[in-house]
């Protein structure tokens, strides 16, 4: 098969946005850093003919210019792009002094497709190496807004992957590639042809293949072929929109953030909405980004003339948190100004100002100024200003913030208001409120006609989120449940009715019981431990939510978990979580603390008492009278996006909610949501389940919701919330069932087996075809072992021992795996199956096991005096030592072999260990190895042993030149070397060869020892 040419592909895309429609030209002869810069400075002079007085820019001049755009990161090009209003300038000092100095205009994004700006596309650029040891590149396409390169495309053909192109750039990343002209690097494109991705610039440690972004049509339709992504993405005004207008600046993470394609199309749709003065809300998935786009929303809303005032409405709790943050932040180096109402006299200074900011409010400030303006006789001039505004009021959680009685009462006051609702869960007649009079019911009703939406079944498709995985537990069995619907109510016919009927008959306060509680605690803590990715290790774990019913509820959990962390609890916690994480749990509560309902001292006293178990915990000094600040602490702790949480010392692992954080609360690396209560609506279900389904890293495949009680409710609720709000049926949002994925594993494993019956096997696969249908069948394989282990009800030992297979068996075929897909990269056949080359394996990986838990096991076992019992070896808890020693060879093989040694002879002689402790014996045997190794290396190559030792123990793999090195080298003695060895090594060689052996034997035969 004959595949396209990149530079076909490349010519392709010159021909299309150099079409007479586009406003891109074509400039080949830019291929050169040098001849970028002149083109650059011919612009620059041409545009600021007037601000240089006719004297162009001397080269002094240009320098200063040349240092000033030579960008840190991209975040800090980002920040000068913004400019003063829209316009990226640069200042230069004058040559001659009596000239001053001059601000230049470099780039105005208020001036898209017109006024000064010029767009050109290169290609072939020739990227000179940074270093002697670099390597000189060409880059594929790039495209400049005035002779700045702000968005680069790298290009594979169809032989090869997306994700090939994308490596290409952190490749180039790391070798430095993207510094000077080309550090205002903004937007990456990467693409084989057929599959195309975008994301926003960033440095290598932080361009993550999670956040590339596949473009897709108003009607969410995908947009993969590299013509098409083009056609829609590239070409003028859509691109310099992008960079200018559809990206935002996060101040506080110090990175760009590029809109994906549904945001674009939801803010089209509101502006095209304006321009008949039409309402409408946005329905985009909780989790998909809804407060980023209802900020662009309104902040672009202020770039229509027609329009006064863009007021963003917020629920007034968002107003302290995360939305309030999130929308400063985005704000920071933007041209259009922020400004929170601190009250409501402000609120009417900025109606009343002609400055064109945005303004956050909430409803209830929003009202209370209405009524005082109502108040006013109707000849006051600052009423009817007020009154006559063309007010654009756009509303993110737009249920929760405005309700239709608060919204009543703007729309009869102001003459021209239009609403913009932002809702993850519209509600539908389905769903629909209570009547009350006329009032709106419905989201249509609301606010009008659905302007864009993005439901979570695309959100999923498009990896913008996660899938769901549900799991119903109950601390009540069957048996149970019939014997408490017969005690409430003899008589009953139980035998007669399904398990949804039962529950609907029971009171939930069956559940509210310190014995259920303690089920459900000892679930969370110890039957949890992949849901919240504790294997992961200390820092690298996920968080979660526990939700109950009543802040009684949520009380009385809070003391029983911390009765469980003191050891005064019949709940333990078990050897393997501790293993994990030895802190493990930190927990935290939040709920609303008012002071005239019922109960109101006691919550007091209560939250007091568990904020000071919270400032011991984390050292902080927070009391009542700041309880804000404190709510706001638990936030970041439990979100973890700043990177100082990503320390474990910094860590909460679970907060205990009654209704807070479980709607507008944003945190990736939060999991799990576990739940103590009975069902909730529709749109409430599918808020709470959206605080764990946000992407986050490789290993976290699902949003996880664990339910414990009332089961059969709580599935049927969970159908109907699905169905209502996946466009699409639950089957796609939700994982799969255990049953659904055993059967899947299944089918995958026979394939497998009857292709390839033993690792062995796969060498007697000659022809290429096998060879395919191998690598295709473990990549499916792969997959869906992948998935299985999700599931609680998957158990490691059971499978092994059912299928017939263990984790070496599926290293070994994972090795095998690894050879062909080596030896097929350049077949030309590979599509027919549809492999993917790039296939990177998901389930099977080496497990780490802690060597000081594995230690401190084998010391508990020399202490015990059944040990020296003849049939100790065959106990479980040798078993168990055997099984870790087992799972450390599969990281550490050297060392598993001493450790194994050193076992086996204690179980031959315990008697000869009463007086000795493993650490010790085992670090003899390594203390005697390495010297072994170090006297035989010194020997060999006449190198003094003290300085060689120095050179071992300062050994990091990460520094290119050692401590100790250059001693070691000075003083090795080459005549003395040469005498024992003529055949030897020259003396021009004889250091580097110290170097490379030195490296060679540290990396082999040393480290394999080192446990840290």
Same mark, same amino acid.
């Given at each position: ?405 608060? !919204? ?6 102001? &003459?021209? +208001? ?6 993850? #869960?519209? @509600?539908? =007649? *389905? ?48 048996? !149970? ?6 005690? &409430?109510? +003899? ?6 009715? #399904?398990? @949804?009927? =039962? *529950? ?68 333990? @916690? ?439």
């Amino acid at each position: 098969m004959q595949f396209e040419s990149e530079a076909r592909m490349e010519q392709k895309i010159i021909d299309l946005l150099t079409r007479e429609e586009s406003k891109w030209n074509y400039c080949p002869e830019l291929n050169t850093e040098q001849k970028l810069w002149d083109n650059f400075f011919y612009y620059l002079e041409l545009h600021n003919i007037q601000r240089l007085n006719g004297t162009f820019l001397t080269e002094q001049e240009k320098h200063q210019i040349k240092n000033q755009l030579n960008f840190t990161t991209f975040y800090d090009a980002a920040v000068w792009l913004r400019g003063e209003n829209g316009v990226a300038k640069v200042d230069v000092q004058r040559e001659d002094a009596s000239l001053g100095k001059v601000r230049l205009n470099v780039i105005n994004s208020q001036e898209i497709a017109g006024g000064d700006s010029v767009y050109q596309i290169i290609n072939q650029f020739q990227s000179d190496k940074k270093s002697p040891q670099g390597q000189s590149h060409r880059f594929d396409l790039t495209l400049m807004i005035n002779g700045i390169p702000l968005i680069h495309f790298e290009l594979k053909n169809r032989r090869e992957s997306f994700i090939n192109a994308f490596n290409q750039v952190k490749r180039y990343l790391e070798a430095g590639k993207f510094t000077g002209i080309f550090s205002a690097i903004q937007m990456f494109v990467v693409s084989n042809g057929t599959d195309t991705r975008y994301i926003a610039a960033a440095s290598k440690e932080r361009l993550k293949e999670t956040f590339l972004t596949r473009w897709v049509d108003p009607e969410n339709e995908p947009v993969n072929n590299y013509l098409e992504f083009s056609a829609n993405v590239l070409t003028i005004p859509e691109a310099h929109h992008m960079v200018a207008n559809y990206s935002v600046l996060d101040k506080d993470r110090k990175s760009i953030i590029l809109l994906r394609p549904y945001q674009i199309h939801a803010i089209e749709s509101v502006k095209q909405a304006t321009k008949t003065q039409q309402s409408g809300y946005v329905w985009h998935t909780t989790g998909s980004g809804k407060t980023l786009t209802s900020y662009k929303v309104a902040r672009n809303l202020l770039q229509i003339p027609s329009i006064d005032k863009s007021i963003f409405v917020v629920d007034r709790k968002d107003l302290n948190l995360q939305t309030s943050e999130a929308f400063l932040s985005y704000a920071e180096n933007d041209v259009i100004d922020v400004n929170d109402s601190e009250n409501v006299y402000d609120l009417m200074k900025k109606l009343v100002s002609t400055d064109r900011t945005l303004i956050v409010t909430t409803i209830q400030k929003l009202n209370i100024l209405i009524k005082r303006l109502q108040e006013r006789d109707d000849s006051d001039p600052q009423k009817k200003k007020i009154q006559s505004l063309r007010v654009s009021f756009v509303v993110d959680e737009c249920h929760r913030a405005v309700t239709p009685q608060q !919204q009543q009462i703007v729309n009869e006051f102001f &003459q021209y +208001p239009m609403w913009y609702g932002f809702t993850g #869960t519209p @509600i539908f =007649k *389905e769903n629909a409120r209570a009547a009350m009079g006329d009032l709106a019911r419905t989201t249509e009703q609301q606010y009008g006609e659905c302007l864009h939406q993005y439901t979570v079944k695309e959100a999923i498709n498009d990896k913008a989120v996660l899938a769901f995985q549900v799991e119903y537990k109950s601390t009540i069995d069957e048996d !149970q449940l019939d014997h408490l619907i017969l005690e &409430q109510n +003899p008589g009953t016919n139980v035998n007669q009715m #399904t398990l @949804i009927e =039962k *529950e609907a008959m029971i009171d939930p306060v069956i559940y509210e019981n310190d014995e259920h509680r303690l089920q459900v605690i000892d679930s969370i803590i110890n039957r949890s431990q992949s849901k919240l990715g504790l294997n992961k290790g200390p820092g690298n774990s996920y968080s979660a939510i526990f939700t109950t019913n009543s802040i009684r509820n949520a009380q009385r959990y809070y003391e029983l978990f911390q009765e469980v962390i003191r050891g005064e609890s019949p709940i333990t @916690i078990r050897e393997q979580v501790k293993k994990y994480i030895s802190d493990f749990p930190k927990i935290a509560i939040t709920y609303s603390v008012g002071t005239n309902e019922d109960g109101a001292d006691v919550n007091q006293e209560k939250m007091w008492q568990s904020i000071q178990d919270y400032n011991e915990m984390f050292g902080m000094s927070f009391s009542m009278e700041n309880i804000d600040s404190y709510n706001k602490d638990v936030n970041n702790r439990l979100a973890r996006k700043a990177e100082v949480y990503q320390n474990r010392s910094e860590q909460l692992d679970l907060v205990i909610v009654v209704d807070r954080l479980l709607t507008g609360f944003d945190a990736p690396s939060l999991s799990t949501l576990f739940m103590d209560r009975p069902p909730m609506k529709p749109q409430h279900l599918i808020q709470a389940f959206s605080r764990t389904n946000r992407i986050y890293d490789k290993d976290k495949q699902y949003g996880q919701i664990v339910t414990f009680q009332l089961p059969e409710t709580y599935k049927e609720s969970v159908r109907e919330a699905f169905v209502l709000y996946s466009n699409g049926g639950e089957d796609f949002i939700q994982a799969p069932s255990w049953a659904e994925s055993l059967y899947e594993f299944e089918e995958a494993w026979q394939t497998l087996q009857d292709i390839a019956p033993t690792p062995e096997s796969v060498d007697s696969l000659t022809s290429e075809a096998e060879k395919r249908k191998f690598a295709k069948a473990f990549q499916v394989f792969d997959k869906a072992y992948a998935v299985i282990q999700v599931y609680s009800d998957y158990d490691k030992e059971q499978f092994e021992h059912k299928y017939h297979y263990n984790n070496e068996t599926l290293e070994d075929y994972n090795g095998k795996y690894v050879n062909i897909i080596e030896e097929l990269r350049n077949d030309t056949e590979v599509e027919q199956l549809e492999l993917d080359i790039e296939y990177q394996i998901q389930s099977i990986h080496n497990e780490k096991i802690d060597y000081d838990y594995l230690l401190n096991l084998m010391e508990i076992s020399r202490r015990n005096e059944k040990a020296k019992e003849r049939d100790y070896r065959d106990s479980d808890d040798a078993k168990q030592i055997e099984k870790y020693i087992a799972d450390l060879s599969k990281s550490k093989p050297e060392l598993a072999k001493v450790v194994q040694k050193v076992w086996q002879e204690y179980l031959e002689a315990p008697e000869l260990y009463e007086d000795k402790t493993f650490p010790t014996v085992i670090n003899q045997y390594v203390e005697n190895y390495t010297q072994q190794s170090l006297h035989q290396f010194a020997d060999e190559w006449k190198v003094d042993l003290n300085d060689l030792d120095f050179f071992v123990d300062n050994y990091d793999i990460h520094r290119d030149r050692q401590i100790g090195e250059s001693d070691l080298l000075q003083r090795a003695d080459y005549d003395e070397y040469k005498s024992v060895n003529p055949n030897g090594v020259k003396k021009l060689r004889y250091n580097k060869s110290i170097r490379e052996e030195s490296t060679k034997m540290v990396i082999e035969e040393i480290l394999p020892f080192k446990t840290d």
